[in-house]
């Protein structure tokens, strides 16, 4: 009966893992480019990514940090699991407050791409964790 309840909760959240991401990040500030169109006419990129990047990254870890605990709650990570993630993404928080402090809160855009590449490894770990689990 465990192992069905698992199952179960685990399909539901693969299901709407999807969902839940397309709600997540505002339709006007897309934070990434889309690779399907031609970028000829575009400015070149430039040093600051566009437009609340600190928000974005806070916003994500908090998403981050709900999922860990949820996970931590339905036993699907260890405690030990839980405590390496949340260290994860307070290492990630710590990085991209003091990369905002420089330059009047901007974030670099190379920094910022790369707290998000972060981040977005983290949640794969997460993933990986909570199956394995």
């Not at 699991?81 to 990369?99: D, F, H, N, S």
């Amino acid at each position: 009966m465990r192992s069905l309840t698992l199952k179960a909760a685990l399909a539901a959240f693969l299901v709407s893992a999807p969902f839940a991401s397309a709600l997540a990040a505002p339709m006007h500030e897309p934070h990434f480019r889309s690779s399907d169109h031609d970028d000829s006419d575009a400015p070149a990129p430039t040093t600051y990514a566009i437009g609340g990047q600190l928000s974005a990254v806070l916003n994500d870890l908090r998403d981050a940090d709900a999922r860990i605990a949820s996970d931590r709650q339905l036993k699907l990570i260890t405690p030990a699991q839980a405590r390496g993630l949340a260290a994860q993404a307070a290492a990630i928080r710590k990085e991209a407050v003091a990369g905002s402090k420089h330059d009047g809160g901007m974030i670099p855009a190379g920094e910022y791409h790369q707290l998000m590449a972060r981040i977005s490894g983290l949640d794969d770990q997460v993933g990986q964790d909570a199956f394995r689990g």
